[in-house]
């Protein structure tokens, strides 16, 4: 009986090169307007996936992993550049997967590039986590470069997962303009609020997961007391 191939990694076919080129593209514009705004420290009217929704799936590599290649995407096997394994299927210590952190706990998502004040939302996200030990914390470096994000980790003593997106495909999907920014989802993966936009003081961000944490209970008992959809007739 033949071995089983190991599960893949995040990467995108490439033989199949118009989708990821698009999405890279696109990426790198958003990576250089989100960049001059984090410098300019200004808003720009971005608002991320907006409450309700289904919070994008997406898998890539931890930054401290020896893991390479692009975010995988994928909703379908096969998926062209997007993907040959749907992204919530890849599941290893060396991915940072959104579909896992949130099967069972709320998230609390920073997409982030390494300029200016932007990763300072790190170390408050470093901080709750140990206040917070339900919540899910996590981080992904839109681009940027590995070694230099292994040393921010070092330097701020970060411990929550920090996941790299190399081609910016996360950008796109999370609607990304402003940096920090951070998403509030509920256990199963549905946006709990608006995006924060910019880096809050740490105690209107304490505010937040705790609204998170409190409305993921309201939410989880709404969805246990609805009636189940009948079918047939």
Do not use: W
């Not at 989100?34 to 808003?43: D, L, Q, R």
């Not at 961000?205 to 993921?216: G, I, K, P, Q, T």
């Amino acid at each position: 009986m033949s071995r089983p191939e190991p599960p893949p990694g995040p990467g995108r076919d490439a033989g199949e090169p118009h989708y990821g080129r698009y999405v890279g593209a696109l990426g790198i514009a958003i990576l250089v307007f989100i960049t001059i705004n984090t410098i300019v420290t200004k808003p720009n009217g971005a608002t991320g996936i907006p409450p309700g929704q289904a919070a994008a799936p997406f898998a890539v590599p931890l930054v401290q992993s020896t893991l390479n290649g692009a975010a995988d995407v994928a909703t379908r096997p096969d998926e062209g550049a997007a993907g040959r394994v749907p992204a919530c299927k890849l599941r290893r210590a060396d991915i940072l997967n959104i579909c896992q952190l949130y099967e069972h706990n709320p998230v609390v998502l920073a997409l982030f590039v390494d300029a200016g004040s932007c990763p300072g939302v790190l170390s408050d996200l470093q901080t709750l986590s140990r206040e917070f030990p339900a919540v899910r914390f996590a981080g992904v470096a839109i681009k940027g470069d590995r070694g230099g994000l292994r040393t921010l980790m070092r330097s701020r003593g970060l411990s929550i997962p920090i996941g790299i997106d190399s081609d910016g495909a996360l950008a796109v999907l999370y609607k990304t303009a402003s940096c920090p920014q951070l998403s509030f989802i509920y256990p199963g993966g549905i946006i709990e609020s608006g995006a924060l936009l910019r880096r809050v003081s740490l105690p209107e961000l304490r505010r937040r997961v705790r609204r998170l944490v409190a409305d993921s209970r309201a939410h989880a008992s709404a969805t246990e007391a609805a009636p189940a959809t009948r079918t047939g007739g």
